[in-house]
């Protein structure tokens, strides 16, 4: 039943085996619980932190669509004499406002009611007079302002 070899060991080497066994198979153990409860926690706080850092940045890009957007109504509530004047004095006020330059790094572009670009700023491979129904995002605003509310 016993291996034969442990037999011929004196009391205190068998006691002194088994002990340093015991003491393998405690700190097996406790090595065991220790990584299974550290890579939970682990998992845990990963999770926290990776929220927190999804939070800060989504908070962070709110600010800065909620300044664009108000930008935005500032220069339309200002832009009305310039879009009665025609798509000359648009362009020329596009130019002159710098906000806006300042604010969106790919430029800006005024439409018409039908989807043709008035003015655009900075000018870019002559846009002015093109219709651009085309693009969702033309639709999208021009939806948007037909809509009742």
């Known amino acids: 039943m016993y291996p034969r070899g442990l037999w011929r060991l004196s ?17 097996w153990g406790l090595a065991w619980y220790a990584t299974r409860m550290l890579g939970a926690e682990q998992q845990q706080l990963l999770g926290q932190q990776q929220f927190a850092n999804v939070s800060l940045v989504a908070d962070q ?3 800065a669509l909620g300044s664009r ?12 004499p310039a879009m009665q004047a025609g798509p000359a004095a648009l362009q020329s006020w596009l130019e002159q406002n710098v906000l ?6 790919l430029g800006v572009l005024a439409y018409d009611t039908d989807g043709t670009v008035l003015a655009e700023w900075p000018l870019r491979a002559g846009r002015a007079g093109l219709i651009e129904l085309h693009k969702a995002t033309v639709l999208a605003a021009l939806a948007l302002q037909f809509t009742p509310n």
């Open 61 to 63: 890009i709110n600010v």
């Open 11 to 27: 009391l205190k080497s068998r006691v002194t085996l088994f002990t340093l066994l015991i003491f393998l198979l405690g700190t």
């Open 69 to 80: 957007l108000k930008a935005l109504e500032t220069v339309a509530g200002r832009s009305g």
């Open 100 to 105: 806006l330059a300042d604010l969106f790094n």
